[in-house]
Nanobody, 122 residues
Framework: QVQLLESGGGLVQAGGSLRLSCAASGRTFGNYFSAWFRQAPGKEREFVAAINWSPAYADSVRGRFTMSRDNAMNTLYLQMNSLKPEDTAVYSC??????????????????WGQGTQVTVSS
């Protein structure tokens, strides 16, 4: 059984930083996309970042967020710098069961974590 467990969320002031982690059990990430998505209250879930051989980012976070993957630890990371109040959301990690190039589409992912809350105060 594949499980993803996020950690590292919390409350931070605007301009601050947080590092999210996503530990996987039950499989390795392999040659599949893994990603971070976020969902703010009253809004649709949105793509944040994805990684396979190299990371890709949403325009809203490019230059501020960095996604990485530690294959030995079977863990994903999302380093978030220069946080803004509009980054407030529940952040979830996800990974694919079968390869799909549609890495920005949440439907391309089969396994999801439970999410971790990130709150950025102004």
């Amino acid at each position: 059984q594949v499980q993803l467990l996020e950690s590292g969320g919390g409350l931070v002031q605007a301009g601050g930083s947080l590092r999210l982690s996503c530990a996987a059990s039950g499989r390795t990430f392999g040659n599949y996309f893994s990603a971070w998505f976020r969902q703010a209250p009253g809004k649709e879930r949105e793509f944040v970042a994805a990684i396979n051989w190299s990371p890709a980012y949403a325009d809203s976070v490019r230059g501020r967020f960095t996604m990485s993957r530690d294959n030995a630890m079977n863990t994903l990371y999302l380093q978030m710098n220069s946080l803004k109040p509009e980054d407030t959301a529940v952040y979830s990690c996800a990974t694919q069961r079968f390869y799909s190039s549609n890495y920005m589409d949440s439907g391309a992912y089969d396994y999801w974590g439970q999410g971790t809350q990130v709150t950025v105060s102004s």
